[in-house]
């Protein structure tokens, strides 16, 4: 749909009325400020076109993280009936399960700073990293593989790399159920096979942050979290087996729209009625590579607490090397919801947006059950990062909230604004040292081409949706 205007219904919310083929209406969550980020942004547009999708229950609904993608903008959520909607790959994005996870120390900004460019160094030599990167180290078999499809993270835990302790930490225990290696094609798993254990490109890093100021005492304690600490963000997906997957998924899909005559507004909508074959295939194949990010993110942090033991000449467990949480990005599930005055069963798609589980929520490990699930926020690399949990009104959004800053500029515009030197200058200036595996990534990922993600979360936490824990500062990053 083109030339889609907004109204606005309150300081933290925008409308898009129904009109033509929308089934229901539209909600970007923006303030005054982010709205001016939309002014030329397709985004708006992509917002309605979900709206024209069968099935869709309720509105459609975006982060104030949004910006173009394919076919669904980034910070886009929507759910759909299990009896009359559907399954778009293009909701869940070619990053299946791209996600974040923030691991703690017991170390100060005063004790990291001395050796930061060191460790740095040695995060970077050891966690492959970049386009086509591979983990040597791993060696896995095929059957190997299929068992981390099928079961994410727990398999690392099993190999003795991760305590066992690190699986609640995690968003659905580091699982998702359903996972069908069956679906997934063999060029899927050719390419994601060697891909394990790597740090993906463009927006992935490993991120180096001190907790700069704490906003709610309790639940930073109830955390683990305190001022000046040194905790450590990891920020990749499912490498090359989930864009393999989205792309076989997508060209089935595009045929089974049109056998199904749904109308779709945008040929990246391809999608698949929840009832038929290709949805529950492509469903099993989806959770296969969700548990492969999760697996992913699990053998990164084995390799990073092995580079602080280093370092630092003590065991990860005595540096206080925990997981707070693992959250998904990308992702469709099927979960109950309130809609029209009773629970229904959906299926949601989170497009770069998080879970946002509240304090009691039988979902929560029982660490989480008394504050709610951590709610990871990461900033662009000159800036702040946040953790969140989510608040009252969260039960509007299904519980989601946003992923990220969201980005202001394309990777070709960043380039046209500014070389490798002055940002790495410029992050130097602000105390940030960073390594590359590309010069390009470091000018496309250059923090002014992001929003300010303290705008972002300033409107989640104005709509209620979110309450502000803690704020992190970058010291160092490595990017893919």
């Not at 749909?1 to 109204?7: A, E, F, I, L």
């Not at 903008?73 to 996870?101: H, K, L, Q, T, W």
């Not at 968003?171 to 050719?190: L, Q, T």
């Not at 009252?392 to 500029?409: I, P, Q, W």
Request: hydrophobic fraction near 40%.
């Amino acid at each position: 749909m083109k030339d889609v205007r907004t109204t606005r219904i309150d300081p933290f919310r925008l409308k898009i009325e129904r009109h033509g083929k929308m089934h229901t209406h539209g909600i970007i969550y923006a303030n005054s400020d982010i709205e001016n980020y939309l002014l030329n942004d397709q985004a708006v547009n992509q917002v309605a076109n979900v709206a024209c999708l069968p099935g869709i229950v309720g509105p459609s609904m975006a982060m104030p993280d949004i910006h173009w993608g394919y076919g669904f903008p980034i910070g886009g959520v929507a759910a759909f009936s299990m009896n009359d909607g559907i399954v778009s790959p293009g909701g869940v994005g070619y990053d299946i399960n791209c996600g974040i996870r923030c691991l703690k120390t017991n170390l100060t900004h005063e004790q990291v700073s001395p050796v930061i460019e060191r460790l740095v160094a040695s995060l970077f030599i050891t966690v492959p990293s970049g386009v086509g990167s591979q983990n040597k180290a791993i060696k896995i078999n095929l059957q190997d593989f299929n068992q981390i499809l099928v079961s994410g993270s727990s398999w690392v835990i099993r190999q003795g790399m991760a305590p066992e302790k690190d699986i609640e930490c995690h968003e659905d225990y580091g699982c998702i159920k359903g996972a069908d290696p069956d679906s997934v094609s063999k060029k899927a798993v050719e390419r994601g096979l060697p891909e394990l254990g790597t740090l993906g490109s463009g927006n992935h890093f490993i991120e180096i942050d001190t907790v700069d100021e704490i906003f709610d005492k309790d639940v930073a304690r109830a955390f683990g979290l305190f001022e000046k600490q040194v905790v450590v963000q990891v920020h990749t997906g499912s490498r090359g087996l989930g864009h393999q997957i989205c792309d076989d998924y997508i060209h089935q899909m595009i045929a089974v729209a049109a056998r199904e005559g749904i109308s779709l507004p945008d040929r990246q909508l391809a999608c698949a009625p929840l009832f038929s074959t290709e949805a529950k295939k492509y469903l099993g194949a989806m959770a296969s590579a969700a548990n492969f990010a999760f697996a992913n993110r699990e053998i990164i942090t084995f390799l990073i607490r092995e580079c602080f033991e280093n370092i630092f000449s003590k065991s990860f467990e005595k540096l206080g090397m925990d997981l707070l949480y693992d959250c998904c990005h990308n992702i469709a599930k099927i979960e109950k919801v309130k809609s029209g005055g009773r629970e229904i069963e959906v299926c949601i798609h989170r497009k770069g947006a998080t879970r946002a589980l509240l304090p009691g929520d039988r979902r929560l490990p029982y660490k989480y059950i008394n504050t709610g699930q951590p709610v990871l926020v990461p900033g662009d690399m000159g800036r702040e990062s946040y953790i969140l949990v989510g608040s009252e009104k969260a039960e509007d959004t299904y519980f989601s909230a946003c992923h990220g800053a969201g980005r202001l500029m394309s990777r070709s515009e960043a380039k046209r604004h500014a070389n490798e030197r002055a940002v790495v200058d410029g992050l130097k200036l602000r105390g940030v040292h960073i390594i590359a595996a590309s010069r390009a990534t470091v000018v496309e990922e250059m923090p002014d081409a992001y929003k300010d993600v303290s705008k972002v979360v300033d409107t989640m936490t104005g709509a209620d949706v979110a309450i502000k824990i803690a704020k992190l500062k970058p010291m160092g990053i490595i990017k893919g």
